[in-house]
């Protein structure tokens, strides 16, 4: 599976971005697709993910009811739809994919993931 992330940019507080993840490959196989990201002198952190077959979601606390991930099943695509952005959401921002079975929890740790895109740039000014 191969994994193309797009959609950074930069935005003032307050606006908003929406990520895109392109899978291409054995995206038939994929259980489970996420965003994680990663600030400057940070870890990595979990952002969302989202369950392929039915479209379950899970979030972080610091984003839950500003950001929405979503998938088109048709376009082998999850997006993460980001409103209201502080400029604590500077990061860069990578999309990853398993064909694993993962419990909500386990699929918050990255180091769990089978594929990763990119990355992709969003700074947020204040």
């Known amino acids: 599976v191969q994994l193309q992330a797009s959609g950074g940019g930069l935005v003032q507080a307050g606006g908003s971005l929406r990520l895109s993840c392109a899978a291409s490959?054995?995206?038939?196989?994929?259980?489970?697709m996420g965003w994680f990201r990663q600030a400057p002198g940070k870890e990595r952190e979990f952002v969302a993910h989202?369950?392929?077959?039915?479209?379950?979601?899970y979030y972080a606390d610091s984003v839950k009811g500003r950001f929405t991930i979503s998938r088109d099943n048709a376009k082998n695509t999850v997006y993460l739809q980001m409103n209201s952005l502080k400029p604590e959401d500077t990061a860069v921002y990578y999309c990853?994919?398993?064909?694993?079975?993962?419990?909500?929890?386990?699929?918050?740790?990255?180091?769990?993931?089978?594929?990763w895109g990119q990355g992709t740039q969003v700074t947020v000014s204040s």
């Open positions: 490959g054995r995206t038939f196989s994929t259980y489970v």
């Open positions: 989202i369950r392929w077959s039915d479209g379950l979601t």
């Open positions: 990853a994919a398993d064909r694993r079975y993962k419990s909500l929890s386990a699929a918050t740790v990255g180091t769990g993931y089978e594929y």
